[in-house]
């Protein structure tokens, strides 16, 4: 659906009156501009009435809400730390490209957690941040009735033990000390750094709403943010890079057309482009491709994936991209990903904790009725096909 439209389409649209449409832009339900060409008429964001549409479609059972919440659906869990609204990443009301712009991961962190300051301590690994986390929880403390200062203190350590592990060295701001471990002049460490700072949160992605999980029961810090990494270690979730690697090589190989075409037809959807929560581009990586000269092979494969699906580059393909030209290691988009991830996984699980809520939604049981239940040949009680019913 296009940005803007106009009266005339948003009513065809919603099929509604006008009064209508009016009472949702009264609500906040969909935002209003005046027309550029003609300030005495309006146009009103596409993407809110396609969100309107779709869950009028679904209707408000709550059967119906449930289940599209697991899915990029509705809203199910408040938070004041990020969030998603008309194509731009929003951290405690702040746009995150323009964070990105001069802020480091510390001072995102700082305002993601809610201190005055914050900093991490000087960690060395051994290349396993998963090892390097379960250290950390032997013996911790549960987060049930800690301070918030002290949950941030266990915080960095935990973060910096991930970036310790993947390669960070010495001291210093985290994106500093990977550029020295990753050998990287002044500018490559500054694009390191705004590639923290965006990916430092993406409101309830699959590894956040883990750490959640963790932090409702009251879980070590470290062991929510382990809960994340785990998460984020799926390829359906962290693997997105190594997929769009998967699709650069061979389109390499076999030449960018026959390698989409392929991937298209196998159902796989194409990795690095497209995003459920940016119809129109992600701003992540609109905030960074600019600022990197572009391997050929990958201009190739955006241009043939743009003619073919219309679909624009997404942080994925912003990550190989950077990496390609900063000659970082293959797995480096997983490893940043990994180090600024960890510190919006800690700012959910402070969150949650403060909340005092646990996280138990209930399953949609679709097994065997009760009506089903029998008994063996030896007048037990059982449950399944075999089990022989008693005579009504």
């Keep these: 659906m296009?940005?803007?439209?106009?009266?005339?389409?948003?009513?065809?649209?919603?099929?509604?009156?006008?009064?209508?449409?009016?009472?949702?832009?009264?609500?906040?339900l969909i935002e209003r501009r005046a027309d550029a060409a003609d300030p005495r008429r309006s146009e009103y964001r596409g993407d809110d009435i396609l969100a309107l549409t779709n869950r009028r479609a679904?209707?408000?059972?709550?059967?119906?809400?449930?289940?599209?919440?697991?899915?990029?659906?509705?809203?199910?869990?408040?938070?004041?730390?990020?969030?998603?609204?008309?194509?731009?990443?929003?951290?405690?009301g702040r746009r995150?490209?323009?964070?990105?712009?001069?802020?480091?991961?510390?001072?995102?962190?700082?305002?993601?957690?809610?201190?005055?300051?914050?900093?991490f301590p000087t960690a060395v690994g051994d290349g396993d941040p998963f090892r390097a986390l379960a250290a950390l929880i032997a013996g911790a403390k549960p987060m049930i009735?800690?301070?918030?200062?002290?949950?941030?203190?266990?915080?960095?350590?935990?973060?910096?033990?991930i970036a310790g592990a993947f390669g960070a060295a010495g001291d210093g701001p985290i994106h500093e000390r990977l550029a020295r471990g990753w050998r990287l002049d002044t500018a490559g460490a500054d694009l390191v750094r705004r590639v923290l700072v965006l990916l430092a949160d993406h409101?309830?992605?699959?590894?956040?709403?883990?750490?959640?999980?963790?932090?409702?029961?009251?879980?070590?810090?470290?062991?929510?943010?382990?809960?994340?990494?785990s998460t984020l270690s799926g390829p359906k979730h962290g693997g997105a890079g190594a997929a769009l690697a998967a699709?650069?090589?061979e389109a390499r190989a076999n030449?960018?057309?026959?390698?989409?075409?392929?991937?298209?037809?196998?159902?796989?959807?194409?990795?690095?482009?497209?995003?459920?929560?940016?119809?129109?581009?992600?701003?992540?990586?609109?905030?960074?491709?600019?600022l990197v000269a572009l391997d050929p092979a990958l201009i190739e494969l955006r241009d043939v994936v743009m003619d073919a699906t219309e679909t624009l580059p997404n942080i994925d393909f912003a990550l190989l991209a950077i990496s390609v030209a900063l000659g970082l290691p293959a797995d480096?988009?997983?490893?940043?990903?990994?180090?600024?991830?960890?510190?919006?996984?800690?700012?959910?699980?402070?969150?949650?904790?403060?909340?005092?809520a646990v996280i138990r939604p209930r399953a949609l049981y679709q097994g065997l009725a009760a009506d089903d239940l029998g008994t063996d040949r030896q007048g037990n009680e059982r449950w399944g096909p075999d089990a022989v019913v008693r005579a009504p």
């Design 2 to 28: 296009q940005e803007w439209l106009s009266r005339e389409e948003a009513l065809a649209t919603l099929n509604v009156r006008p009064q209508t449409l009016y009472a949702y832009v009264s609500r906040r």
């Design 58 to 92: 679904r209707g408000r059972r709550t059967a119906s809400i449930a289940a599209s919440a697991m899915a990029w659906g509705e809203p199910v869990i408040p938070t004041r730390i990020s969030t998603v609204a008309h194509g731009q990443l929003i951290f405690r």
């Design 96 to 119: 995150a490209v323009d964070l990105a712009d001069h802020a480091t991961l510390e001072e995102i962190a700082a305002l993601l957690w809610e201190r005055p300051v914050a900093a």
């Design 145 to 161: 009735g800690r301070a918030p200062a002290k949950l941030a203190q266990e915080a960095s350590v935990a973060v910096a033990a």
């Design 203 to 229: 409101e309830l992605n699959p590894s956040t709403f883990a750490a959640r999980v963790a932090a409702s029961t009251g879980s070590p810090m470290a062991a929510c943010v382990m809960a994340g990494l």
């Design 247 to 249: 699709l650069t090589a």
């Design 255 to 290: 030449g960018v057309d026959a390698a989409v075409a392929r991937w298209l037809a196998a159902g796989h959807g194409l990795p690095g482009f497209g995003h459920p929560l940016y119809p129109h581009g992600d701003p992540r990586a609109a905030a960074l491709l600019p």
């Design 332 to 356: 480096a988009p997983f490893r940043l990903f990994a180090i600024a991830r960890g510190v919006g996984w800690a700012a959910h699980a402070i969150e949650q904790s403060a909340s005092g």
